[in-house]
């Protein structure tokens, strides 16, 4: 037993979540701009296109990008690390050669710097000034993140030929304003090099009347398709402005408990078949059935462990030092007894 909680709670928690499943009321249903939620008009069972995973050919590069705090300042500022890289695989092989291997960048962020750290990111990736500013510190390390994550993805298909799949984790999806910018130029890039560009989103607020869109996909999608990948291409509801390529929920590999929402964009006259039988042909790996694997690796790349953060503060703490800072001051200015609590749990 779990301490502290009433088996009430858990009735209670019960009955409310399966009602916002089961039972979708009006407040579910307005459309809601600012939270990102796309609406899928309809699920039409003839959308359901079967397909057969491919041979792994050609070049497959995964790109995705991960963050940590590593100082945490409270609201006056933190200091966090943000890294973004791929992995490249030919013909089914990693390749090491082809594989930008990640840097590490530590960004310190406040309310009082915020805006010039910001801004200066954007101009240097996307070409322009910012239309607008984060409104907190955490959401300006996630868009800081999000623009590097999309130069590393520019950068790799500078070097990709015709053929080739350049993935990410994440959408084609303008979510930061003034990025559009960034995509079309993307996509451009993409098109002229004949590269299959396709986002592979981990998450989705998809919604349809009222209800996560995505399982109910799934569900359809399984009982039509038994035992075979399948694509059903989804036709949303506003924010057209923001969406770039086709949005997909796709099935890489039939024994995965897992679909996913992929953006894809494609040369002209490639068949979507072709890009998913591609990507089926990668996410065979046990460990991340359904998934395609250069992107697992990639997110492995970049990730921050626990150990590599302890590192990174004890570098600065020593450099601090050679500084001349005053060691004490320092060490006030971090400490966190929660940090003393969870070490003995």
């Not at 240097?124 to 510190?137: F, L, S, Y």
């Not at 494609?266 to 460990?287: H, I, M, N, R, T």
Request: proline content about 4%; overall charge negative.
């Amino acid at each position: 037993m779990l301490r502290g909680l009433d088996l009430s709670e858990i009735e209670e928690a019960v009955t409310h979540t399966r009602s916002m499943i089961e039972e979708p009321n009006d407040d579910q249903m307005v459309m809601d701009e600012t939270s990102g939620t796309l609406w899928l008009r309809d699920i039409d069972k003839d959308s359901f296109i079967k397909f057969q995973k491919s041979e792994n050919q050609g070049t497959f590069i995964g790109v995705d990008g991960g963050s940590a705090v590593i100082l945490d300042g409270y609201t006056l500022f933190n200091v966090s690390g943000i890294r973004a890289g791929g992995a490249a695989f030919v013909d089914g092989k990693f390749s090491s050669e082809r594989t930008n291997n990640p840097s590490l960048k530590l960004i310190t962020l406040s309310p009082s710097n915020l805006e010039d750290v910001y801004s200066d990111h954007h101009r240097k990736i996307i070409g322009n000034e910012p239309q607008d500013i984060p409104r907190t510190i955490e959401e300006g390390v996630g868009r800081i993140r999000s623009l590097i994550e999309w130069k590393e993805v520019l950068a790799s298909a500078e070097n990709m030929a015709e053929g080739d799949v350049l993935s990410f984790d994440g959408s084609l999806w303008a979510g930061i304003k003034g990025s559009e910018v960034l995509l079309e130029r993307l996509i451009e890039l993409c098109k002229s090099r004949k590269i299959m560009l396709c986002g592979v989103s981990k998450r989705s607020s998809l919604a349809y009347r009222g209800m996560p869109a995505i399982p109910m996909i799934q569900t359809l999608g399984e009982a039509l398709a038994p035992g075979s990948p399948w694509y059903f291409k989804l036709d949303i509801e506003g924010g057209q402005d923001k969406l770039f390529g086709e949005p997909y929920v796709v099935s890489l590999a039939s024994r995965s408990k897992f679909v996913f929402k992929v953006d894809i964009s494609l040369p002209e006259g490639v068949d979507p078949s072709l890009l998913f039988s591609k990507l089926a042909g990668y996410s065979d790996d046990p460990g991340y059935l359904g998934y395609p694997y250069p992107l697992a690796k990639a997110h492995n790349n970049v990730a921050f462990s626990r150990t590599e953060v302890e590192n990174i503060k004890h570098l600065m703490e020593r450099e601090a030092g050679k500084m001349g800072m005053n060691m004490a001051k320092w060490h006030l200015s971090f400490q966190n007894f929660h940090d003393v609590l969870d070490g003995g749990r």
